[in-house]
């Protein structure tokens, strides 16, 4: 029972354009989402978040958006950079607590220069 | 870069073999994760701690056990290994349970069953 969907499993953009990650989610009942990226060979590493009570939140390049009436996120990253080539994975917690996270499947975003 | 340390980084191991993984943390973080990531299904947790000798199950806790006897070491062990637990393990680490503390990941482990 996949609560989280990512249901792009890649996707390719120009250098200096805009890319957007979408994410879909079941559980009404998620109250904090997260972004984290992934380097081959290499750990997720977190990105960004954003709290139920907020529909947007900006942290330099990267924006994330929360429809929750939609159940939808979407990651959008202004410019793109040929370094943002990685796998993106959106998680979803509940009762705001890192044991009750859940992964999307991913998004292996390629940034061609 | 969080000093989490996962070993070893590659296992290949027959179906029925006892395999155990270490994660070694430098950071003194109370809380610590085993995950373990598959194709199709992002990264699902199996067993978590919240301090010294205090575990709990994940998502997927079934044919796993975890030991934790020091604040820097989280043990995952498999006690008889079968094909469905080829998969890339990772460990991570956070400060507190709040999401306000995200998660740090090591580099991982990626473990074959034949």
């Known amino acids: 029972d996949q609560q989280v969907k990512q249901n792009s499993p890649s996707l390719s953009v120009q250098e200096g354009r805009i890319s957007i990650l979408n994410c879909d989610y079941t559980?009404?009942?998620?109250?904090?989402f997260l972004w984290y990226k992934k380097y081959p060979a290499e750990g997720p590493t977190f990105l960004i978040s954003?709290?139920?009570?907020?529909d947007k939140n900006e942290d330099g390049r990267f924006t994330v958006f929360l429809n929750k009436s939609a159940k939808h996120l979407s990651l959008h990253i202004v410019p793109s950079q040929p370094g943002d080539s990685a796998v993106y994975f959106c998680?979803?917690?509940?009762?705001?607590?890192?044991?009750?996270?859940?992964f999307g499947a991913g998004t292996r975003l390629t940034v061609k220069p | 870069d969080a000093g989490i340390t996962q070993s070893p980084r590659h296992k290949v191991t027959e179906t029925g073999t006892p395999v155990t993984l270490r994660c070694h943390q430098t950071?003194?973080?109370?809380?610590m994760y085993w995950y373990r990531q598959d194709p199709g299904h992002g990264l699902r947790l199996i067993h978590y701690?919240?301090?010294?000798?205090?575990?709990d199950k994940g998502e997927v806790s079934d044919g796993y056990s975890v030991s934790r006897s020091k604040t820097e070491d989280f043990l995952l062990t498999l006690e008889s290994a079968t094909s469905s637990q080829t998969s890339v393990y990772f460990c991570?680490?956070?400060?507190?349970?709040?999401?306000?503390?995200?998660?740090?990941f090591g580099n991982g482990t990626r473990l074959t069953v034949t």
């Open positions: 991570a680490i956070s400060e507190s349970r709040q999401n306000n503390s995200p998660l740090h």
């Open positions: 559980n009404s009942m998620f109250d904090y």
């Open positions: 954003i709290s139920s009570i907020k």
């Open positions: 998680a979803a917690t509940l009762n705001s607590r890192n044991n009750d996270m859940r």
């Open positions: 950071e003194n973080h109370r809380y």
């Open positions: 701690s919240y301090g010294v000798k205090d575990t």
